[in-house]
């Protein structure tokens, strides 16, 4: 069971959660793949979060963005695996820059990020991983919104598949979908 995490801002109506919920519906697997709205809260996303692994059996998380940063804390409090696409490294750091006002992308509403967001944010930091091995790193170069050699640093001991070029979206998504499955699964 697979639970898609989408990125700031983003949803379950993303190029990436929709490719790869179709993949694994030609796979046979459609079933096995979770992609929720989160809400703009990072304490009510993991609680979110935390009762679909509860009530699905999730054994994986894919989050994209902050999306990854979530999926850290997930991996490491549940023992799951986790593929982290362009992973916000320190959202507490990195989104500090966005708080006031924001629009999710594919519903247009509207939702205020705020100091205290951030602080949840904080609260669920990973400073060391316990099994990096149970991660894998895909980062492009050519992110312009976040730093790839952070994420880099931070996964060390994790596999890592980093590419040139590209940019914050993850250009090549569709090359790694069914790897991706194939290591959520094995």
Same mark, same amino acid.
């Given at each position: 069971?697979?639970?898609?995490?989408?990125?700031?801002?983003?949803?379950?109506?993303?190029?990436?959660?929709?490719?790869?919920?179709?993949?694994?519906? $030609?796979?046979?697997?459609?079933?096995?793949?979770?992609?929720?709205?989160?809400?703009?809260?990072?304490?009510?996303?993991?609680?979110?979060?935390?009762?679909?692994?509860?009530?699905?059996?999730?054994?994986?998380?894919?989050?994209?963005?902050?999306?990854? *940063?979530?999926?850290? *804390?997930?991996? $490491?409090?549940?023992?799951?695996?986790?593929?982290?696409?362009?992973?916000?490294?320190?959202?507490?750091?990195?989104?500090?820059?966005?708080?006031?006002?924001?629009?999710?992308?594919?519903?247009?509403?509207?939702?205020?990020? +705020?100091?205290?967001?951030?602080? $949840?944010?904080?609260?669920?930091?990973?400073?060391?991983?316990?099994?990096?091995?149970?991660?894998?790193?895909?980062?492009? $170069?050519?992110?312009? +919104?976040?730093? *790839?050699?952070?994420?880099?640093?931070?996964?060390?001991?994790?596999?890592? +598949?980093?590419?040139?070029?590209?940019?914050?979206?993850? +250009?090549?998504?569709?090359?790694?979908?069914?790897?991706?499955?194939?290591?959520?699964?094995?």
């Amino acid at each position: 069971m697979i639970l898609y995490l989408h990125g700031f801002t983003s949803g379950p109506q993303s190029n990436k959660a929709q490719a790869l919920g179709a993949r694994m519906r $030609e796979r046979g697997l459609g079933e096995k793949f979770l992609s929720p709205q989160l809400p703009a809260s990072p304490r009510a996303a993991i609680a979110l979060a935390d009762g679909l692994i509860a009530r699905h059996g999730v054994t994986s998380v894919v989050g994209s963005s902050l999306g990854g *940063y979530y999926s850290t *804390y997930l991996a $490491e409090t549940f023992d799951l695996k986790a593929v982290l696409v362009n992973p916000a490294v320190v959202a507490h750091l990195s989104l500090q820059k966005y708080i006031g006002p924001q629009q999710w992308l594919y519903t247009g509403e509207r939702f205020d990020f +705020t100091l205290e967001h951030v602080d $949840e944010l904080r609260a669920i930091a990973i400073p060391v991983l316990a099994k990096p091995e149970r991660f894998w790193l895909l980062v492009e $170069e050519g992110d312009e +919104t976040l730093d *790839y050699r952070d994420a880099v640093r931070r996964y060390a001991g994790a596999k890592q +598949t980093v590419l040139p070029g590209g940019d914050h979206s993850f +250009t090549r998504w569709n090359d790694y979908l069914d790897s991706i499955i194939d290591f959520s699964e094995a």
